[in-house]
């Protein structure tokens, strides 16, 4: 069902290191083509991948959170609201790469902790009807809101691990097409 997918707008909610929301919102496609944004540490990225090719463009309150992080890399300031590219500008630094890879995204949702499986619904979820499928076992929990009319479709997604963030993964956009393009004068 949803690896079939050629591309799909995402939103995913988790938790910072130190507890603070995350949210990266992006359209992507399985080409690699991804175009979005990151809120965080009360500032704001936008983000443009162009097959390999990642973009990163952050106010001076994102990139504060960004070299905040236990990995965090120190941030020239005259990156601030600049466009960065390459390696420095990679979605893993951020603990969001999820955003811009449809088979990490739909990859979450086939996870399987070896579990008992519980069904509740239909119940409406995102203005649909849907049913929701929640797995439980020693390695965490999903729990997955699916599409009861029309095509079958994951509309939310839930994963849990013990000692891990919270990772929610909402799905709307199926088969929209992405157009990512390359911004003019980025530094790398």
Avoid at 47 to 68: C, E, N, P, R
């Amino acid at each position: 069902m949803m690896e079939a997918q050629t591309s799909v707008s995402l939103t995913v909610d988790v938790r910072d290191d130190e507890g603070g929301p995350v949210r990266a919102e992006s359209s992507v496609a399985s080409d690699g083509d991804c175009v979005g944004r990151i809120s965080a540490g009360g500032g704001q990225a936008q983000v443009i991948q162009v097959g390999s090719m990642h973009y990163l463009k952050g106010d001076a309150a994102f990139w504060t959170w960004a070299s905040s992080r236990p990995e965090g890399i120190d941030i020239p300031q005259f990156w601030v609201g600049r466009w960065v590219k390459g390696s420095l500008a990679t979605l893993d630094h951020f603990g969001v790469e999820t955003m811009c890879s449809l088979s990490d995204a739909v990859g979450n949702l086939t996870a399987d902790f070896g579990g008992t499986k519980h069904e509740v619904g239909p119940r409406t979820i995102l203005g649909r009807q849907a049913v929701t499928v929640t797995e439980t076992g020693s390695g965490g929990s999903l729990t997955l809101d699916v599409a009861a009319t029309g095509t079958a479709a994951v509309l939310r997604g839930v994963q849990k691990a013990p000692g891990s963030a919270t990772v929610t993964t909402t799905f709307t956009g199926l088969g929209v097409a992405v157009h990512a393009k390359a911004p003019a004068g980025a530094v790398g």
